[in-house]
């Protein structure tokens, strides 16, 4: 079957450094993407990743490895309207995305 | 330019009764999704549809739900003799295709509620 996995829950500290990570068994594999979402809106793209590597954004970073079905989202210097859900989606071998239950991300003062 | 739009924002209805739920997406957008999402949980995939067709119906739980998207554009999700485990919140995303890595941009959903 498919499945992707992802912490829970993370609490972090406004200024520091968060690493969410995200695992996937998928039947194929067309790229890995992270999307935010704020409690009560829409979900909005953040990164994707097809190849293996880091790829930076700005305060976030996104890395693969495919061998490992591996990814984690990396936010630096947090800021407190970073809290927030971070979902990792994987799309699979009929481009379809396959959607992990999200990491709820509480930063505190 | 404009985003996704959904309308209603909220839908409340009696367990039985039949729902429409309306999705316009951004213009010139030919993939259209539609998505369930639960409290806690990831979007649940349930129909897209390429241009007019329904490319891919699988995740529709059942044949009480039907999608369609007449001219390519508007999409309606219609739901008859609600449950109330249909409960929740009704996402549509629209990409510039498919078949490929296009980024999905959601609109902000419906939440239905079936009492």
């Known amino acids: 079957g498919q499945n992707i996995d992802q912490p829970t829950e993370m609490t972090a500290t406004e200024g520091a450094i968060v690493q969410i990570n995200c695992t996937y068994q998928?039947?194929?594999?067309?790229?890995l993407f992270w999307y935010q979402q704020h409690a009560g809106e829409a979900p909005t793209f953040l990164s994707y990743n097809v190849l293996d590597g880091l790829e930076e954004k700005g305060r976030f970073s996104s890395f693969l490895s495919r061998s490992k079905g591996y990814s984690y989202l990396l936010l630096k210097e947090l800021q407190m309207k970073d809290s927030a859900s971070y979902l990792c989606?994987?799309?699979?071998?009929?481009?379809?995305?396959?959607w992990g239950a999200g990491t709820k991300l509480i930063i505190k003062p | 330019g404009a985003g996704v739009s959904q309308t209603p924002s909220n839908k409340v209805t009696e367990k039985g009764k039949y729902v429409e739920l309306r999705c316009d997406p951004i213009?010139?957008?030919?993939?259209l999704y539609w998505y369930r999402q639960s409290l806690g949980q990831g979007p649940e995939f349930l129909i897209y549809f390429q241009g007019t067709g329904a490319a891919d119906d699988s995740g529709l739980p059942n044949d009480r739900f039907f999608a369609v998207r007449p001219e390519g554009s508007v999409s309606t999700l219609k739901i008859q003799r609600t449950e109330r485990g249909d409960s929740a919140v009704y996402l549509c995303a629209s990409s510039l295709g498919a078949g490929g890595p296009y980024e999905q941009y959601f609109g902000p959903g419906t939440r239905l509620t079936v009492t």
């Open positions: 989606a994987v799309m699979d071998s009929n481009y379809q995305l396959i």
């Open positions: 998928t039947s194929g594999f067309n790229g």
């Open positions: 213009s010139g957008h030919t993939a």
